[in-house]
């Protein structure tokens, strides 16, 4: 393929790759989305020097154009380290530190640091979708973002730029609970915001004693309080309502939390907040990766 031919302005392809799963998405010279591929290769399937190989799955798959990649792809364990860029991040900040790998074919996102002894948090691929969702006007470029997942990211974003940031091991904590704790008999439900959701984020919201909390779930089903289904909506309440209190901190004034990410847990965090007697937003992190990709490439020759 020519140099011509591999012009950003002729498409690409933005790629989200994580540690469990990646998501391929070639767009036209328009943004349009033209294809879109999802599978279970993850960085953690991939052994090292194998990197450019999977790269190249992608091309064949979905046409051989330059690519934009974020998310654990720019990790220690990924293709190559993408150093973060520091707070305040925006756009051109995201455009400067971006780590070319392929010149002019492929390059990484950077991630984002909040970098100081007291504060010390990291993010990769969630700054893709907050920088494109403030861009786009999926999101007010002034706003507090609620952006759940293993690690819900609580982000402060001020002129479209990331200033400030905490991440909740909330979504690790429940998976753990649920696969490798004495409370894993009992989770087998799915979660949904129902009435022992609610009850668990409202202790969570209101009470300081998680740990505590967390085995009295064992003894009320034990002890006939109540029903083993409820284990399930009432643990992730009870970690999300915490997760809640933490976050909220952040808040100014009564503004709406912009809550995104995936629609199962958005759903999620958006009744959680309502109990809060907050207003959430709930935005689609797949569009906003979408259009965070969108916006980097056009700054791109």
């Not at 002729?10 to 328009?30: P, Q």
């Not at 907050?130 to 002034?142: E, R």
């Amino acid at each position: 393929m020519t140099r011509d031919a591999m012009r950003w302005t002729n498409g690409f392809i933005a790629v989200d790759w994580g540690t469990t799963n990646r998501r391929a998405y070639r767009l036209d010279g328009e943004g349009r989305l033209q294809d879109e591929m999802e599978d279970a290769c993850g960085i953690l399937a991939v052994r090292p020097g194998e990197f450019a190989a999977a790269v190249e799955q992608i091309r064949a798959r979905m046409r051989p154009l330059p690519l934009l990649l974020g998310g654990m792809i720019g990790s220690n364990r990924g293709w190559v380290e993408a150093p973060y860029a520091p707070c305040p991040a925006d756009l051109g900040s995201l455009v400067q530190r971006l780590q070319w790998v392929e010149p002019d074919r492929a390059a990484i996102v950077p991630g984002v640091a909040r970098d100081t002894a007291e504060a010390a948090d990291v993010m990769r691929g969630e700054e893709i979708q907050i920088v494109g969702a403030a861009a786009s006007g999926l999101m007010p470029a002034d706003a507090l973002v609620c952006h759940p997942g293993t690690h819900n990211k609580w982000v402060r974003v001020q002129a479209g730029a990331i200033t400030r940031f905490r991440t909740v091991m909330t979504g690790e904590l429940f998976n753990l609970l649920k696969g490798h704790s004495m409370l894993a008999d009992f989770m087998r439900e799915e979660v949904e915001p129902n009435a022992a959701f609610r009850r668990g984020v409202a202790q969570g919201l209101a009470h300081d004693d998680l740990t505590a909390e967390l085995f009295s779930i064992r003894a009320r089903v034990l002890l006939g309080h109540a029903p083993a289904a409820d284990a399930a909506p009432y643990a992730s309440g009870l970690l999300i309502g915490t997760d809640l209190r933490v976050g909220l901190r952040m808040a100014e004034g009564d503004e709406a939390i912009i809550v995104m990410g995936r629609p199962e847990l958005t759903t999620l965090y958006a009744a959680a907040l309502e109990c809060a007697g907050r207003t959430a937003r709930q935005v689609d992190g797949e569009r906003a990766f979408i259009a965070g990709a969108i916006t980097i490439a056009k700054e791109l020759p």
